[in-house]
């Protein structure tokens, strides 16, 4: 007995499989993830997404050792110091902040008299 279910016909299956295929192209879409240039937010703005491989080249590396992954491995010990390679990444502000002026130091001077208090 076949099934009068409108979800078998052959359209409504090939719609299914192509709403699956956008939403896999979507996500793995590469200008989804990475912004082309990359920056750090500045002035007036707040950070967007931004992944780890822009941050630095060696990403997975540097999680590895700050959790200690590795640190007890007796087959293939670490050795050595680890360096992190980090990319320099520019900021960009779209506000210019006024300049801070700061008062003068208190200085008492000895020849005057306080404010007389009633």
Do not use: C, W
Not at 11 to 19: C, D, K, L, T, V
Not at 40 to 55: E, K, M, S, Y
Request: without cysteine; glycine residues 6%; proline residues 8%.
């Amino acid at each position: 007995m076949s099934s009068a279910r409108a979800k078998n016909q052959p359209g409504n299956y090939n719609a299914e499989q192509m709403a699956y295929k956008q939403s896999a192209e979507y996500m793995l879409n590469r200008e989804y993830a990475f912004a082309n240039p990359s920056y750090l937010a500045g002035d007036g703005l707040i950070q967007g997404h931004l992944p780890d491989t822009v941050l630095s080249r060696n990403p997975n590396d540097i999680e590895s050792y700050l959790f200690g992954i590795g640190s007890n491995n007796l087959v293939k010990p670490q050795t050595g110091p680890f360096y992190a390679k980090l990319n320099a990444i520019d900021s960009i502000s779209i506000m210019h902040k006024v300049p801070l002026i700061m008062p003068r130091d208190l200085m008492v001077e000895r020849d005057q008299r306080q404010y007389p208090m009633k």
